[in-house]
Protein backbone atom coordinates (compact mmCIF):
# COMPACT_ATOMS: atom_id res chain seq x y z
CA UNK A 1 0.00 0.00 0.00
CA UNK A 2 1.22 3.27 -0.93
CA UNK A 3 -0.21 6.26 1.55
CA UNK A 4 -2.18 3.83 3.43
CA UNK A 5 -4.38 3.85 0.03
CA UNK A 6 -4.43 0.11 -2.06
CA UNK A 7 -4.97 -0.60 -5.27
CA UNK A 8 -9.27 -0.19 -5.03
CA UNK A 9 -8.66 3.23 -3.83
CA UNK A 10 -6.79 4.17 -6.25
CA UNK A 11 -8.81 2.39 -9.04
CA UNK A 12 -11.25 4.61 -7.91
CA UNK A 13 -9.14 8.32 -7.61
CA UNK A 14 -8.47 7.12 -11.09
CA UNK A 15 -11.68 7.12 -12.35
CA UNK A 16 -12.99 10.34 -10.50
CA UNK A 17 -10.61 12.08 -11.58
CA UNK A 18 -11.39 10.83 -15.37
CA UNK A 19 -14.74 11.73 -14.58
CA UNK A 20 -16.05 12.99 -11.30
CA UNK A 21 -19.71 12.81 -11.97
CA UNK A 22 -19.80 9.01 -12.46
CA UNK A 23 -22.19 8.01 -10.33
CA UNK A 24 -21.79 5.92 -7.77
CA UNK A 25 -23.15 2.48 -9.18
CA UNK A 26 -21.39 2.95 -12.45
CA UNK A 27 -17.94 3.56 -10.42
CA UNK A 28 -18.31 0.52 -8.66
CA UNK A 29 -19.42 -1.06 -11.83
CA UNK A 30 -15.81 0.19 -13.09
CA UNK A 31 -13.53 -1.01 -10.06
CA UNK A 32 -15.38 -4.17 -9.42
CA UNK A 33 -17.27 -3.22 -6.09
CA UNK A 34 -20.92 -3.16 -5.37
CA UNK A 35 -22.45 0.17 -5.19
CA UNK A 36 -22.58 0.12 -1.47
CA UNK A 37 -19.17 -0.69 -1.12
CA UNK A 38 -17.71 1.89 -3.53
CA UNK A 39 -20.14 4.57 -1.29
CA UNK A 40 -18.32 3.38 1.85
CA UNK A 41 -15.01 3.69 0.01
CA UNK A 42 -15.69 7.02 -1.22
CA UNK A 43 -16.84 8.71 1.74
CA UNK A 44 -13.72 7.13 3.70
CA UNK A 45 -11.21 8.91 1.32
CA UNK A 46 -13.06 12.08 1.72
CA UNK A 47 -13.22 11.86 5.45
CA UNK A 48 -9.68 11.35 5.47
CA UNK A 49 -9.09 14.60 3.00
CA UNK A 50 -7.53 12.33 0.18
CA UNK A 51 -10.48 13.62 -2.30
CA UNK A 52 -10.62 17.64 -0.95
CA UNK A 53 -13.73 18.31 -3.27
CA UNK A 54 -14.89 18.07 -6.65
CA UNK A 55 -14.87 20.82 -9.49
CA UNK A 56 -15.73 21.40 -13.02
CA UNK A 57 -13.21 22.29 -15.71
CA UNK A 58 -13.60 24.88 -16.90
CA UNK A 59 -12.28 26.38 -20.52
CA UNK A 60 -10.92 29.79 -19.94
CA UNK A 61 -11.07 31.47 -23.28
CA UNK A 62 -14.82 29.95 -23.78
CA UNK A 63 -15.74 32.24 -20.36
CA UNK A 64 -14.07 35.43 -21.63
CA UNK A 65 -10.41 34.89 -19.96
CA UNK A 66 -8.33 34.00 -23.14
CA UNK A 67 -5.11 35.26 -21.58
CA UNK A 68 -3.22 32.90 -18.88
CA UNK A 69 0.15 33.68 -17.32
CA UNK A 70 2.10 32.53 -14.66
CA UNK A 71 3.91 34.99 -12.37
CA UNK A 72 6.59 34.77 -9.86
CA UNK A 73 6.64 37.16 -7.18
CA UNK A 74 9.97 37.79 -5.41
CA UNK A 75 8.70 38.82 -2.04
CA UNK A 76 10.81 40.40 0.63
CA UNK A 77 9.09 41.16 3.33
CA UNK A 78 7.79 39.01 6.16
CA UNK A 79 4.49 40.22 6.37
CA UNK A 80 2.14 38.03 3.94
CA UNK A 81 -1.48 39.24 5.17
CA UNK A 82 -1.75 41.95 2.45
CA UNK A 83 -0.77 39.72 -0.15
CA UNK A 84 -2.79 37.17 1.06
CA UNK A 85 -5.98 39.56 1.07
CA UNK A 86 -5.17 40.16 -2.63
CA UNK A 87 -5.01 36.64 -3.55
CA UNK A 88 -8.35 36.42 -1.86
CA UNK A 89 -10.03 39.35 -3.40
CA UNK A 90 -8.48 38.88 -7.01
CA UNK A 91 -10.47 35.83 -8.70
CA UNK A 92 -8.07 36.60 -11.95
CA UNK A 93 -5.44 34.51 -9.50
CA UNK A 94 -6.56 31.00 -10.13
CA UNK A 95 -3.64 29.75 -7.97
CA UNK A 96 -0.90 30.86 -5.82
CA UNK A 97 2.20 28.55 -4.80
CA UNK A 98 4.79 29.24 -1.76
CA UNK A 99 8.00 28.38 -3.27
CA UNK A 100 11.52 27.99 -2.49
CA UNK A 101 14.55 29.26 -4.45
CA UNK A 102 15.00 33.43 -5.58
CA UNK A 103 11.10 33.33 -6.26
CA UNK A 104 8.34 33.62 -2.91
CA UNK A 105 5.51 32.53 -4.81
CA UNK A 106 4.21 31.46 -8.18
CA UNK A 107 0.93 32.70 -9.63
CA UNK A 108 -1.22 31.71 -11.98
CA UNK A 109 -3.26 33.75 -13.66
CA UNK A 110 -5.90 34.40 -16.09
CA UNK A 111 -7.35 37.94 -17.71
CA UNK A 112 -9.56 38.98 -20.38
CA UNK A 113 -6.75 41.13 -21.81
CA UNK A 114 -3.49 41.79 -21.51
CA UNK A 115 -4.29 45.08 -20.26
CA UNK A 116 -6.10 43.47 -17.39
CA UNK A 117 -3.06 41.23 -16.80
CA UNK A 118 -0.60 44.66 -16.98
CA UNK A 119 -3.12 46.02 -14.16
CA UNK A 120 -2.80 43.08 -12.00
CA UNK A 121 1.14 42.67 -12.17
CA UNK A 122 1.04 46.53 -11.01
CA UNK A 123 -1.23 45.59 -7.92
CA UNK A 124 1.39 42.20 -7.71
CA UNK A 125 4.62 44.55 -8.14
CA UNK A 126 3.60 46.45 -4.63
CA UNK A 127 4.78 43.49 -2.63
CA UNK A 128 7.68 43.00 -4.56
CA UNK A 129 9.39 42.38 -8.54
CA UNK A 130 7.78 40.02 -10.65
CA UNK A 131 8.59 38.00 -14.15
CA UNK A 132 5.99 37.05 -16.22
CA UNK A 133 5.45 34.35 -18.44
CA UNK A 134 2.29 34.16 -21.07
CA UNK A 135 0.84 31.08 -21.57
CA UNK A 136 0.43 30.02 -25.53
CA UNK A 137 -1.15 26.61 -25.21
CA UNK A 138 -1.21 24.35 -22.38
CA UNK A 139 0.13 21.50 -23.76
CA UNK A 140 -0.71 19.35 -20.94
CA UNK A 141 -3.89 20.01 -18.71
CA UNK A 142 -3.62 18.92 -14.78
CA UNK A 143 -4.43 15.51 -14.92
CA UNK A 144 -3.93 14.58 -10.91
CA UNK A 145 -1.98 12.00 -9.70
CA UNK A 146 -1.35 8.67 -10.61
CA UNK A 147 -0.35 5.55 -7.96
CA UNK A 148 3.06 5.90 -7.10
CA UNK A 149 5.60 3.24 -8.53
CA UNK A 150 8.15 2.11 -6.33
Known amino acids: MTGNLDEIDWAILEELQRDARVSLSELGRRVNLSSSATTERV ?18 SAVGYP ?50 LEKIIDELAAFGSTTTSVVYRQTLPYRGPARPTP
Open 43 to 60: RHLEARGVISGYAAVVDL
Open 67 to 116: VLALVRLKYPGNRHEPLRRLLGERREILECLRTTGDDCYTLKIATTSMDH
